[in-house]
């Protein structure tokens, strides 16, 4: 009984203790609002990297031939929107055609002529079915952009992002112009606005002999902008009807990809992608799947918007576990102060100790007693810490609004974000990962001067005055 | 004094303490039989081995040869833990420095040992019979009024009632005075000590008693005097009532 009384009496007389609860306690507030604020941050930057992606990309190697059989795949889109949208985890699916080529801004027309000019922008065109496209990615809330700038601009009918500006009227002389779709950023840049003419160029493949040796230009006009938060999607990406950028390119092909959404993506994403591979195979819209996780010449065609961002997503995680040695160092310097504290009282308890073992008190006894002193100053400090830091992340805006205008320092700058807000997750894993690493580490720090209080000799702890 | 089996039988106690290269030798062999009832007095000059013996009689300090039996078991055969519930259950020690827990109340202080010997449970279940027990030891020794003070507000004679009325809870068969009014003034001393005799003849205790006053000798059944690490002679007396002046 002696050890849980003297340890909260010890405790509560003396205020010394504190320093132990306060450094645990400040270490998993500020952890958990590190991690908090991180998560948000890495979250984001998931987000950020993902841009339109769909959840699958389905992107045949149309001129491959099937190893197996040596039959070249399908190239119709039928089939394959017909087997991917019959997989029980598929919600949604869209056939995009895509291309690559220039995008001549108004005031350079004509630059093709001057091959040493600087004044076109590489970008890819791609074909899409808007109806279809809004179920599978997030095209429609990106283009519902707030027009913030002179630049932003959605387009006037969103069921119908290609239709023509309301205030533009077509000249009868003249063939139908195509409208197309860009990033914001990407209008920002060159000066471009609705309603805009501009030209389009590219190289085409001959459909007969396979040379890639047609140039093609074509005038189109800006319909609207869109705005993901991947930005170096905006600059890079012009969206077409499908059919009329096949029409331009004069392609065979009715598609290069299909885009597809999951009805839970962490859930069904590996399964999909097997089962889809194992289904379109079947139909001869894709080639079945390796022998070999390792073939070099095996073509993927089938991958997830993480296998797309692998590289980048894979530096995101080291950023987490590196945040994650980070971390565990400010516990190391919190389990630290619980050991100082611990090792100065057992110091000046040294006469105690050695009456306690005269009233018959055992080793183990003095041991746990330090122990629980070392335990209850993690446990207050850790259940305080978890409340203070979930707290100051839900929180947090308010924190840093009041916290800039006491200081008069802007400390989170909303101008360089795409977000307004600092964002926070709060992952209770990772506070429960926090709060039992703070109570280990607090014990191990307890429990080295512990020992040392248990096997203390009691004539040497009764000499000590 | 009983003429029954001892409750501490000592044989052949030796204790040495390496300094240096050199083994220092503090105690070179000595006998000691302390009875039910019996109040023993161990005199002699400082630095001649007192302490290290009653440390070693009470089961602090292990003898680097000979044996020691506490109520007949053989304490330094026995394991750590066993020896602490030994000393916890049969012997009951009062220190010259009081040795009082800064942070307790004298209440508290004077339960301790109850809260050592017994778990949590056990503890609770039988606290109030321990604080009654407690409360009537220091109601005796006139500390009524003290319950609740720290060791800090008590005078040296009453954290002095307070050490005893710790030793004397949970009634163990021997006390251990290591110079318990060493530390006090002469009047103040006179009445602790009272108190002690009133209690060792009231409970029957074996007291084992440190000293360097010579009138104390007279008040108990035995004197050993030591000299360097050995005991050098034996006084038996009758006991005396306290002198009027000492009252």
């Keep these: 009984m002696y050890r849980f009384f003297l340890s909260l009496r010890y405790i509560r007389m003396r205020p010394i203790n504190w320093i132990g609860t306060l450094s645990i306690f400040v270490a998993v507030s500020a952890l958990i609002l590190i991690l908090a604020i991180m998560s948000g941050f890495l979250e984001k930057s998931r987000e950020h990297l993902r841009g339109h992606l769909s959840d699958l990309v389905v992107a045949p190697s149309f001129d491959l031939p099937v190893r197996q059989t040596g039959a070249m795949l399908t190239r119709e889109v039928q089939p394959m929107m017909d087997t991917v949208l019959a997989h029980p985890s598929v919600v949604a699916a869209a056939p995009q055609l895509v291309w690559y080529g220039m995008l001549v801004p108004p005031r350079r027309e004509g630059v093709l002529s001057d091959p040493s000019s600087m004044g076109m922008v590489m970008v890819s065109f791609v074909g899409i079915d808007p109806q279809l496209e809004y179920a599978a990615t997030s095209l429609r809330k990106d283009l519902e952009i707030e027009e913030k700038h002179l630049f932003g601009a959605r387009p006037d009918d969103l069921d119908d992002p290609f239709a023509y500006p309301k205030n533009y009227e077509p000249d009868p002389d003249e063939r139908p112009l195509d409208t197309i779709l860009m990033g914001e950023s990407l209008a920002k840049a060159w000066g471009l606005h609705k309603g805009q003419t501009l030209e389009l160029a590219t190289a085409t493949i001959d459909p007969e002999t396979g040379a890639f040796d047609q140039t093609a230009n074509r005038k189109v006009l800006l319909a609207g902008t869109f705005r993901s938060t991947f930005n170096e999607m905006d600059l890079q990406r012009v969206y077409m009807d499908r059919r009329a950028l096949g029409d331009w390119l004069g392609r065979y092909d009715e598609y290069s990809q299909v885009v597809v959404k999951l009805a839970d993506y962490e859930r069904d994403a590996e399964t999909a992608k097997v089962e889809l591979r194992r289904d379109l195979a079947a139909q001869n819209v894709l080639h079945p799947a390796p022998e070999s996780l390792g073939d070099p010449d095996y073509p993927w065609e089938l991958l997830t918007w993480e296998d797309n961002r692998r590289s980048m997503l894979a530096a995101i995680e080291n950023e987490r576990a590196l945040l994650g040695i980070m971390l565990g160092l400010v516990l190391l310097v919190a389990g630290f102060g619980v050991f100082a504290i611990l090792s100065m009282m057992v110091s000046e308890k040294r006469r105690d100790i050695g009456i306690l073992s005269a009233l018959g008190a055992t080793p183990k006894g003095i041991l746990s007693l330090f122990l629980s002193i070392g335990g209850l100053e993690a446990l207050v400090g850790t259940v305080l810490g978890v409340i203070a830091g979930v707290y100051a992340a839900i929180y947090i805006d308010p924190f840093e609004q009041w916290l800039s205008r006491v200081f008069g320092i802007q400390i989170f700058d909303r101008s360089i974000y795409y977000f307004d807000h600092i964002p926070t997750v709060i992952e209770w894993t990772g506070i429960v990962a926090i709060a039992v690493a703070a109570i280990a580490v607090a014990l191990i720090a307890a429990a080295i001067p512990a020992l040392r209080a248990a096997y203390l000799n009691p004539v040497d702890a009764l000499r000590y005055e | ?247």
């Excluded at chain 2, 013996?53 to 089961?59: D, Q, R």
């Excluded at chain 2, 003290?146 to 050490?163: C, F, M, N, T, Y």
């Design chain 2, 1 to 247: 004094m009983s003429d029954s089996s001892p409750l501490i039988q000592a044989r052949g106690i030796q204790r040495s303490y390496p300094v240096g290269d050199r083994t220092l030798e503090i105690l070179h062999g000595v006998d000691l039989d302390l009875f039910p009832g019996e109040r023993l007095c161990l005199m002699g000059a400082s630095g001649t081995g007192k302490t290290t013996l009653l440390n070693i009689l009470g089961l602090l300090d292990r003898p680097t040869q000979g044996q020691v039996h506490v109520v007949g078991r053989n304490g330094w055969a026995l394991s750590t833990a066993e020896r602490a519930r030994l000393r916890n259950a049969h012997i009951g020690y009062v220190f010259q420095f009081y040795h009082l827990f800064a942070e307790l109340t004298a209440l508290e202080n004077a339960m301790l040992p109850a809260m050592i010997q017994h778990g949590p449970l056990g503890y609770l279940g039988k606290r109030k019979v321990y604080k009654e027990r407690a409360l009537e030891l220091l109601h005796r020794f006139g500390l009524s009024a003290r319950l609740k003070h720290r060791p800090g507000k008590l005078s040296g004679g009453e954290q002095q009632r307070v050490a005893i009325a710790r030793s004397l809870l949970l009634d163990p068969p021997i006390m251990i005075a290591d110079e318990p009014t060493g530390n006090l003034d002469q009047a103040t001393g006179e009445k602790v000590l009272e108190l002690l005799f009133e209690e060792q003849e009231r409970r029957g205790l074996g007291l084992l008693l440190v000293t360097h006053d010579e009138n104390l000798g007279t008040r108990c059944d035995r004197v050993l005097r030591m000299v360097d690490g050995l005991i050098q002679g034996e006084e038996r007396h009758t006991r005396e009532a306290p002198s009027e002046a000492e009252a």
